[in-house]
């Protein structure tokens, strides 16, 4: 009976995906320039007014319903970050489910995908907190994906500059591997000695979106950001997918990063308001403490391993 299920439901997710695909696909030209260069840009990826709704939440409640992890920079300087993986009604869960972000995602990964998380990142004014350079597989191979089949669609919220702490892009730097992270202080990042290196050959791309612009960038990409030294916040959704294929081999408390069938939404659900609430009703996971329940959602940090 559970088999007969399971066929039921991948047969219904066959079809989901079969009837439904975007009208914006990713052209040639910017699927090789993401394969040679480590991320491609797509401008005007979204209408600024498909998303001005969940800016104006954002303005409204800055503390997006008190769900935000705080997250500690190498100098002892925080920024928050609300994080989740299941996809409701709430318009949060309905953006990773659009058409265009996961076709473009198999596009550019050449596989079946699946959610793997989503976060929400506001930098408020004038807040000195950075992220370091780092490579998100580093912390996804310590999850238990055995290969870096995993991307990233990032999309601005509101205008992301230089000033205001926009997201920086190592260019060409997935073809280096997978790079050890060190301990930076209060959070990690890519060895200094050897980023020093890797800068003077590779060039850093800040990558400023006007609302409605969308980043794609490989696992393997180095990336960071500045800080907000301006009157305005910077706001953007990572939406982080992962092959079907390469769903982790660890159990022990990687539940909410298993394969789960991916039910695609139309490209325009957005203007057509098919949505419950902004975050509302949204179910974010719980906020992380160093030790405390729900660690490892944002970053599980690798621990020591004794072979037997």
Known sequence: ????????????ENRNREEISTTHPLSPEQIAEYHAEGFVIVRGFFDPEELEPLQLACEE???IKGTQTSVTDHLGRTFKVATWTDLGNAMLGVIPRIARIVDAAEALLGMECYHWHSKLLRKQPHTDSVVNFHQD????????????????????????????????????????????????????????????KILERLEIVHCELEPGDALFFHANT????????????????????????????????????????????????????????IFTKHEFHAVETENGVGAGIFRRYPTEKKLV
Request: proline fraction near 5%.
């Open 137 to 196: 597989y580093w912390f996804w191979y310590y999850d238990g994906c055995l290969f870096p089949q995993l991307l990233t669609c990032t999309i601005a919220i509101d205008k992301n500059t230089k000033e205001n702490g926009c997201l920086q892009i190592v260019k060409k730097s997935h073809l280096l591997g997978r790079l050890d992270q060190v301990s930076l202080g209060n959070d990690y990042g890519t060895e200094p000695e050897r980023l020093e």
């Open 61 to 63: 409640d800055p503390e």
């Open 1 to 12: 009976m559970v088999n007969q299920i399971n066929s039921h439901e991948t047969n219904r």
């Open 222 to 277: 180095l990336h960071g950001s500045g800080s907000n030294y301006s009157d305005l916040p910077r706001t953007l959704i990572h939406c982080t997918y992962n092959a079907v294929s390469n769903s982790p081999f660890l159990t022990e408390g990687q539940e909410h990063h298993r394969y789960r069938p991916l039910h695609k939404l139309p490209d325009s659900i957005l203007t057509d308001g098919g949505y419950d609430s």
